[in-house]
C-alpha cells in the first residue's frame, strides 16, 4: 500500500527462464489428453485438406464450366487466367488450352443446359467440402477447448493444493493478492490462449506447410523464390517474441502487484475509511494501475509490430514472385533453369497470398501465446517452491495423543540470525496445563506455532508422546491439536458449518453441543437465522467477542489432545468469560494445553507458569511458587494488583482509579 | 451517480466503450491508421491485377508485335485497351513490372505502418481505458459503506477490477477495432460489388441478415452464460482469497482436504461453466463459417449461370469474386467478435454493477465541511437493522456524549456496543432517529470533514504493507516524524519499535515482519492518537496486549483522554471507573446510565458486571496479594 513498486518484484523479473522447458511442463498436462489430440490431428488435416481443395474446385468451376463459353466468346481467348505458352517463333501466339481442367470431362459442345447442370454438381460438392471443413474445424475447437479448459482446472486445484501445502513462514512472506493473481490472472492468459490462439497457430501451421510443400512440387525454383522471405518471418517472428515475452513478464508481475493491492486495500477498506485514507489509497492503486498500463503498453509495442511486419514480408514475396516471374516471361529466360509459365506465376501469386493469410493469423494470436508462456512461468515458479516444512518422507501417522509434551534446548529464528526462542525447553505432562506469559513480543505465539509445527525449530527438538513433530505427518498432528487464535478467522458461510469447520463430520447436534459449551448458543440463538446465519468475510456481523466463542466452540468440536489458546477470551466481555471459563476448565481438564493469557485468573489454575521474556524461560513453576519468588513474574503481578487495587474492597464504591506512577 | 428510472440505461458495453472519450486523440488516431489500412487493403486485388495485366499485356504485345496492326488493334480492343496503350506495354514491359513490384512494396509499407499503429494505439487506448476502470472500480470499493462490504466478499470484487476489466479491454482493444475494420471492409467492398454487378449482388445479400440474425441470437445466448462464467470465477477467487487470508486456521485444524475439496468443486463448476459455452461455440463457429461460404457458393453457381448465360464475363466474375472474398471474411470475423463481445458486455454489466453500487452511506448533495468540532456528540431515538431487516442491533437509543466527557459502554458480547461505535463516523447511517455533532446532523456533513476528526481504534487491527511509520501515519501522510515518534511512545510502541534493527523503518504488513497482537494494536493506538481528533474512539483497544503494557497505554490513554470526547468500549472496570457516564448497553437498548456509583446502587445488570469483575481479577488478586504480602512480612 505504501509501495515502491520497484522492490517488490526486482527478483522475480531477473529469473532467467527457459521458455522450452515451460512448453515442456504444458505439455505434461496435456499428456492425459493426447487421444483427443490425435482426433484434432486427424480433423486438422482432414479441414486443411478441404480448406485447400475448395479453392482449387473453385477454380476446376472456372476451368471446366466457364472458360469455354468464355474463350469461345473471346475469339482469339485472351484472357488472364489462360495458360499463356511462352512466345514461340511459329504458329498462333496465343493459345488457349483446356488442359487445365481436370474435374471432369466437358466436351467443347456441351449445351448451356448441361454445363449448369454440372456447375450445379460442383457446387454442392463444394457446398459438401465447405460443410466438413466446418465440421471437421468445429471438432477441432470442441477438442482442444474443452481438454484446454480442463488442463488449467487441473493447474488451478494443483496450485490451490500447492498454496495450502506451503508453511506458513511462506505465506507470511508474501502478498497473497500476488499468489492469488497467478490463480486467476495468468491462468486467465492460458485459457485465451487454449481457447482460440493455440488451434489457430497450429492449423497456420499446417496450411503453410501445405501451401509451400504445393509450391514446390509445382516448381522447385520459383517455389524457393516464393519462400525465399521464410526464413526472414522466422526470425522476425523469433526475435519479437523473445522481446514480447520479456516485456510479457514484466506486465504479469505488475499485474500480480495490482491484484495484490485490490486484496490488500478490500480487505483494509474499514481501516481506511476510518482514516479517511480514501484518496491516499486511491492514488496508491493509481500508481500500481498505471505501472501495470504502461508495461503492457511497451509489451504490445514488439506485439503489434510484429503482424506488420509479417505482412509487409508477405508482400515482399509477392511482389518477388511477380517481378521475378514476370522478368522471366518477358524476357523470355528460365528462371533458376524452370521456364514459368503465366499460369504459374499466376498460381504463384495466389499461393503467395493464401500464404499470407495463416502468416497473418498466428501472428496475431502469438501475443495470447506469449502471454500465456509468461503466465505458465509464474505458475511454475509458484508450483516450484518446495515448501521447506514438509511430511519427512518416511513420516507415520501421529498414535492418538496422550499429550506428553517435551520441547528440548529448542530454539526458533524467522530470519536467519534472529532468535525468537533461544533455547527453551519444557514438558507438560499428559493433562497438564502450561501458562505462558511474559511481555509483548517474548516469543510466546512462537512457542505455541511450534507444536502444531507451523514453522520448524531451528535448533533443539519438539516432541509429542516422544514422536519428534518432524517425523510424524502433519496432518496427523493438526488433527489433534485445538488451536484457538488470537484472531479468529471465520468463514463466509453459516454459523454451522463454521463451527463445524473443527470436525467436518461432526452432527449438528454435536455443532450445537459444542456450541452450548462455548457459550456461544445464547447469542447464536438470538439472531435472525440461528445457526443458519450466514456470516460476511472474516465474519463481519459479528462482534470480535462472539467470533472468539465460535472459534472456542471450533475448537470444542475438535475435541483434540492438545488443546492451545492464544488469548482466547481476551476480546470476550467479563461475564461471558466468566461463562466460558468454567466451559473452559471442562475443555482444559485432561488435556495437555499451552494457554498464553494476560488475564492471572487463567493463569492460577495452570500446573506451570512459563515466564517468558526475550526468546529465554526466566521462570517457571506455580503461580504461588512465583509469587513467592519475588521475581519477574511477582513483578508483573504486582502491577495488576496495584491496577485492580481500588477495587479491592469488594464493593468498590469508594475509590477511583488511583493510577501508580508510571 | 443517480440514474433518473425513466430514462434508458445505455447497455453496460457502451458505457465502457464511452470511455474512449477521455482518450480522443488516441482513439481518432488508432482508428484513423484502422481506415487507412482497410482502404489499403481493399487496395491489394487492384495491385495485383494491374500487375497481372502489365505483365499479360506485355507478353501479349511482343508477341503480336509482329502482327499486322489491325490484328493488333483488335486484340488490343478485346484486352479492353487501345492499341497504344497495348504498345506502350511492350516497349518496356520490364520496366513496367519493376515500378509495379516496387509500388506492391511501397504500398506494403505503408500499410504495415498504418496496421502497426492501428493494433498499437488500439492496444494503447485499451489499456489505458482498462486502467481508468479499474480506478474507478477501486475509488468506488473503497468508498462504499460498512455494509456494502459486510456482503460482499473482497475475492469477489477482486475478479471484477481484474478479470472482468481484462475482457472489456480485449474487446475495446481487438474486437471493436477487428468489427469497426470488418464492417468497413464489408461495407466497402458492398459497395464495389454493386458497381460491378448489382444483379449478382443482390444474391449476396439476402446472407447477410441471415447471418446478422444468427449473431443477434448467439450474443443473446452467449452474454448471461458468460455472466454465470465470471460468475463462478469470482466464487472461486473468493474461496482462494479466504483461504489465504486463513491460512492458519486451515493449517491449524488441518482442514486443507476439505478446503481443496471445496476449491476444486468450485473449479469443476467454472470449467462445467466454461464448457457450456464452448459448447454452443462449437456449434455456432462452424455454422458461421458455413453461412460465410455458402455465399460463396451461391455466388459461383448464379455467377456461374450467368456466364454460361453469357451476360458475363469472365474477368468481370473474377474481380467479382475477389471483392467477395472481402465480403464474406469479415462475417467470419464478425462471428468470432460477437462471442468476445458478449463476454466484454457481460463483464462490462458487472463492472458497472460495483460503480453504481449506491452507498447506503452517501454524502448530501449540499454537505457542508463539519467546522472544527467541540464534541458534543447526541444520539437521538437511534434505531439501527443491518441490512435493513431482521431484529434491530440497537433500538430507540438516545443519550448525550458533552465535550470532553468519557463515555464508556459496557455490556455483553454483541448487545450493541460497536454498532453505537460504528454510527459515530458514519460507517454506517441509523435506519431510523438522528445523531448529531455540535448539533449538526451526521447526514449532512461532509464525510472526510466528520472522519478526520474522530480517531477510531477498530477491533481488529489491519496493517498494511508498508513501513511502521507509514502505518502510523495512515491517516497523515505527511505527519513529521517527531510527531510519529511522539504517539508512539505515548502509545507505549516506542520501545518495541526501536528495538527492531530498522526501528521505524521496519517493514510490516503482509511482506512486513510479524507483529504480536498487542504490538499491532498500539500501533493502531498511535495511529489514532496522530490524528489528535476530538473525538476518541476505542474499541476493545486494550484487550490484547499484557498487563504492564496495558497499564502504561491506559496511563497514557487516560492522559490523552482529556479534553476529547472519548467513546470506550471497556472490559475493565478501572476504565469504567474513571468515566463521565456509562452506558449499559442489553439486546440493543440502554439499560442503565450514570457514573460508576449511582450503577452500582441502580442498576442490577452493572453491578453483575462490576462482580463479575471483581469475582475475576480483583477478588483473586486480593486474596493472592494477601498471600503474598503474609509471605513478604
Known amino acids: 500500500m505504501f509501495h515502491d513498486p520497484r522492490h517488490i518484484f526486482e527478483a522475480e523479473t531477473s529469473k532467467p527462464q527457459n521458455v522450452s522447458q515451460t512448453l515442456r511442463r504444458f505439455a505434461g498436462y496435456f499428456r492425459p489428453y493426447w487421444r483427443r489430440y490425435l482426433g484434432v490431428l486427424v480433423m486438422m488435416i482432414v479441414s486443411t485438406w478441404a480448406a485447400v481443395t475448395a479453392p482449387q474446385l473453385l477454380g476446376q468451376a472456372v476451368d471446366c464450366y466457364l472458360v469455354p463459353p468464355a474463350a469461345t466468346a473471346a475469339f482469339e481467348g485472351v484472357s488472364p487466367t489462360l495458360t499463356v505458352q511462352p512466345p514461340s517463333a511459329s504458329g498462333p501466339a496465343v493459345q488457349a488450352t483446356d488442359s487445365a481442367c481436370w474435374y471432369a470431362e466437358v466436351p467443347l459442345t456441351a449445351t448451356t443446359e448441361e454445363r449448369i447442370n454440372g456447375l450445379a454438381g460442383l457446387v454442392l460438392r463444394l457446398l459438401g467440402l465447405y460443410a466438413i471443413g466446418s465440421i471437421t474445424t468445429g471438432l477441432m475447437f470442441y477438442w482442444m477447448t474443452t481438454s484446454g479448459q480442463r488442463v488449467l482446472r487441473t493447474l488451478r486445484v494443483e496450485v490451490f493444493h500447492h498454496i495450502l501445502l506451503l508453511p506458513i513462514g511462506y505465506h507470511v512472506a508474501h502478498e497473497s493478492g500476488d499468489i492469488m493473481s497467478r490463480v486467476t490472472n495468468d491462468a486467465d492468459t492460458i485459457q485465451q490462449a487454449v481457447s482460440f490462439a493455440l488451434i489457430q497457430v497450429i492449423s497456420g501451421g499446417f496450411l503453410i506447410v501445405w501451401v509451400a510443400y504445393k509450391m514446390l512440387s509445382e516448381s522447385v525454383a520459383y517455389g524457393l523464390v516464393a519462400l525465399a522471405m521464410l526464413p526472414f518471418m522466422v526470425i522476425a517472428t523469433a526475435w519479437f517474441s523473445a522481446q514480447a515475452r520479456k516485456a510479457f513478464r514484466r506486465t504479469r508481475v505488475r499485474m500480480g502487484s495490482v491484484n495484490a493491492e485490490l486484496q490488500e486495500s478490500i480487505s483494509g477498506v474499514r481501516e481506511a475509511q476510518a482514516f479517511s485514507r480514501e484518496d491516499e489509497n486511491i492514488a496508491s492503486f493509481r500508481e500500481t494501475n498505471a505501472a501495470n498500463r504502461d508495461a503492457n503498453i511497451r509489451a504490445v509495442a514488439y506485439t503489434s509490430a510484429l503482424a506488420p511486419t509479417l505482412e509487409a514480408l508477405g508482400y515482399v514475396a509477392l511482389a518477388l514472385v511477380a517481378v521475378a516471374g514476370g522478368y522471366a516471361l518477358l524476357e523470355g529466360q528460365a528462371l533458376l533453369g524452370e521456364t514459368v509459365t503465366l499460369g504459374l506465376m499466376i498460381t504463384f501469386i495466389a499461393y503467395v497470398q493464401r500464404f499470407n493469410q495463416p502468416v497473418q493469423q498466428i501472428s496475431v494470436l502469438w501475443t495470447n501465446i506469449q502471454s500465456a508462456i509468461a503466465g505458465g512461468e509464474r505458475i511454475f515458479g509458484l508450483l516450484d517452491v518446495v515448501p521447506d516444512l514438509q511430511d519427512a518422507p518416511d513420516a507415520t501417522d501421529l498414535p492418538p495423543i496422550r499429550g506428553d509434551v517435551v520441547l528440548d534446548d529448542v530454539w526458533a529464528e524467522y530470519e536467519k540470525g534472529e532468535a525468537v526462542l533461544r533455547g527453551v525447553s519444557l514438558r507438560a505432562a499428559p ?128 475435541n483434540p489432545g492438545i488443546l492451545i489458546l492464544d488469548e482466547a477470551t481476551s476480546s470476550v466481555d467479563t461475564r461471558t468469560e466468566r461463562l466460558i471459563q468454567s466451559a473452559l476448565e471442562t475443555l482444559l481438564r485432561d488435556r495437555t494445553s499451552f494457554v498464553i493469557a494476560h488475564r492471572l485468573s487463567t493463569i492460577r489454575h495452570a500446573d506451570q507458569v512459563l515466564f517468558l521474556d526475550q526468546g529465554r524461560i526466566v521462570e517457571r513453576g506455580t503461580h504461588d511458587s512465583l509469587m513467592a519468588k519475588h521475581g519477574m513474574y511477582y513483578g508483573l503481578y504486582m502491577s495488576q494488583f496495584r491496577r485492580q487495587s481500588p477495587t479491592e474492597g469488594g464493593d468498590g464504591r469508594e475509590t477511583r482509579a488511583a493510577p501508580a506512577p508510571a | 451517480m443517480k440514474r433518473s428510472p425513466t430514462s434508458p440505461a445505455p447497455s453496460s458495453l457502451t458505457r465502457a466503450i464511452r470511455y474512449l472519450g477521455h482518450y480522443r486523440r488516441e482513439t481518432a488516431y488508432a482508428y484513423g491508421a484502422l481506415l487507412l489500412a482497410t482502404s489499403a487493403q481493399l487496395m491489394v486485388p487492384l495491385l495485383i491485377h494491374r500487375m497481372i495485366d502489365g505483365i499479360t499485356r506485355g507478353v501479349v504485345a511482343q508477341q503480336t508485335a509482329a502482327l499486322p496492326a489491325t490484328v493488333q488493334a483488335a486484340i488490343a480492343s478485346r484486352m479492353g485497351i ?136 448467439m450474443g443473446s445466448v452467449a452474454r448471461p452464460m458468460f455472466g454465470l462464467v465470471q460468475r463462478k470465477l469470482s466464487a472461486l477467487n473468493a474461496i482462494l482469497q479466504e483461504n489465504m487470508a486463513g491460512i492458519k486456521v486451515v493449517k491449524a485444524f488441518s482442514r486443507e482436504p476439505e478446503q481443496e475439496q471445496r476449491f476444486q468443486k468450485a473449479a469443476d463448476d467454472f470449467l462445467a461453466q466454461i464448457l457450456k459455452v464452448m459448447r454452443l461455440m462449437t456449434f455456432l463457429m462452424p455454422l458461421v463459417f458455413f453461412i460465410a461460404n455458402l455465399g460463396q457458393a451461391a455466388i459461383l453457381f448464379f455467377g456461374g449461370r450467368q456466364m454460361i448465360l453469357g451476360t458475363l464475363s469472365l474477368g468481370e ?20 467478435i460477437i462471442t468476445q463481445m458478449s463476454q466484454a458486455s457481460a463483464s462490462a454489466g458487472r463492472i458497472f454493477e460495483i460503480t453504481d453500487a449506491r452507498s447506503d452511506v452517501v454524502e448530501a448533495p449540499d454537505a457542508r465541511l463539519l467546522p472544527t468540532v467541540r464534541g458534543r456528540v ?31 459502554l ?183 446510565r450514570g457514573r460508576h456509583e449511582e450503577l452500582l446502587e441502580t442498576s442490577e445488570i452493572y453491578a453483575d458486571i462490576y462482580s463479575s469483575q471483581l469475582v475475576d481479577d480483583s477478588a483473586g488478586v486480593t486474596v493472592d496479594a494477601a498471600a503474598a504480602m503474609a509471605t513478604e512480612s
Open chain 2, 82 to 217: 487501345t492499341l497504344a496503350q497495348l504498345t506502350q506495354a511492350g516497349t518496356q514491359p520490364v520496366q513496367a513490372l519493376v515500378i509495379s513490384g516496387l509500388l506492391i512494396l511501397v504500398f506494403a509499407m505503408v500499410r504495415g505502418l498504418f496496421s502497426f499503429s492501428q493494433a498499437y494505439m488500439g492496444e494503447r487506448v485499451s489499456q489505458s481505458v482498462a486502467f481508468d476502470l479499474r480506478n474507478d472500480l477501486f475509488s468506488r470499493i473503497q468508498r462504499l459503506s460498512f455494509s456494502y462490504h459486510d456482503r460482499n466478499q473482497t475475492g469477489q470484487l477482486m475478479v471484477r477490477a481484474t478479470d472482468d476489466v481484462e475482457k472489456v479491454r480485449v474487446f475495446i482493444g481487438q474486437g471493436l477495432l477487428m468489427a469497426t475494420s470488418a464492417l468497413l471492409l464489408m461495407v466497402g467492398a458492398i459497395v464495389i460489388l454493386f458497381t460491378l454487378n448489382p444483379r449478382l449482388t443482390l444474391v449476396v445479400l439476402p446472407i447477410l441478415p441471415l447471418a446478422l440474425g444468427l449473431f443477434l441470437v
Open chain 2, 410 to 592: 459496557l455490556g455483553r458480547t454483541g448487545s450493541g456496543k460497536s454498532t453505537i461505535i460504528n454510527l459515530i463516523p458514519r460507517f454506517y447511517d441509523p435506519t431510523e432517529g438522528v445523531i448529531r455533532i455540535d448539533g449538526v446532523d451526521l447526514r449532512q456533513v461532509a464525510l472526510d470533514s466528520l472522519r478526520s476528526q474522530i480517531g477510531t481504534v477498530l477491533q481488529e487491527t489491519t496493517l498494511f504493507s508498508g513501513t511502521i511509520r507509514d502505518n502510523i501515519a495512515f491517516g497523515r501522510t505527511d505527519a513529521p516524524m517527531a510527531e510519529i515518534v511522539q504517539v508512539a511512545e505515548a502509545a507505549a510502541a516506542n520501545e518495541f519499535i526501536q528495538s527492531f534493527p530498522l526501528g521505524y523503518g521496519t517493514p510490516v504488513g503482509e511482506r512486513g515482519v510479524t507483529l504480536s497482537g498487542g504490538q499491532r494494536q498500539r500501533l493502531a493506538i498511535a495511529r489514532a492518537l496522530l490524528l489528535d481528533p476530538r473525538i476518541l474512539i476505542l474499541d476493545d483497544s486494550t484487550s490484547s496486549v499484557d498487563l504492564e503494557t496495558e497499564w502504561r497505554i491506559q496511563q497514557a490513554l487516560i492522559r490523552l483522554m482529556q479534553g476529547r470526547t472519548s467513546f470506550v468500549i471497556a472490559q475493565r472496570i478501572s476504565t469504567v471507573l474513571n468515566a463521565d457516564q456509562i452506558l449499559v448497553l442489553d439486546d440493543g437498548a440502554i439499560v442503565a
Open chain 2, 378 to 408: 447526541e444520539f437521538e431515538n437511534v434505531t439501527f437493522r443491518y441490512f435493513g431487516g431482521g431484529k434491530p442491533v440497537l433500538e430507540r437509543v438516545s443519550f448525550v456524549a458533552e465535550p470532553g466527557q468519557q463515555i464508556a
Open chain 2, 317 to 336: 466474375w473474377q474481380t467479382f469474386s475477389l471483392y467477395l472474398m472481402f465480403v464474406f471474411i469479415p462475417v467470419a470475423q464478425l462471428g468470432f
Open chain 1, 431 to 558: 493433562g497438564e496445563t502450561v501458562a505462558i506469559v511474559g511481555p509483548t513480543g517474548a516469543g510466546k505465539t512462537t512457542l505455541i506455532s511450534l507444536i502444531p509445527r507451523f514453522y520448524d525449530v531451528t535448533g533443539g527438538a519438539l516432541t509429542i508422546d516422544g514422536h519428534d513433530v518432524r517425523q510424524v505427518t502433519g496432518a496427523s498432528l493438526r488433527k489433534q491439536i485445538g488451536v484457538v487464535l488470537q484472531e479468529s478467522f471465520l468463514f463466509s458461510d453459516t454459523i454451522m458449518e463454521n463451527i463445524r469447520f473443527g470436525r467436518p463430520e461432526a452432527t449438528d447436534d454435536e455443532v450445537i453441543a459444542a456450541a452450548k459449551l462455548a457459550n456461544a448458543d445464547k447469542f447464536i440463538d438470538r439472531l435472525p437465522d440461528g445457526y443458519q446465519t450466514s456470516l460476511g468475510e472474516r465474519g463481519t456481523g459479528l462482534s470480535q467477542g462472539q467470533r472468539q466463542l465460535l472459534a472456542i466452540a471450533r475448537a470444542a468440536l475438535a
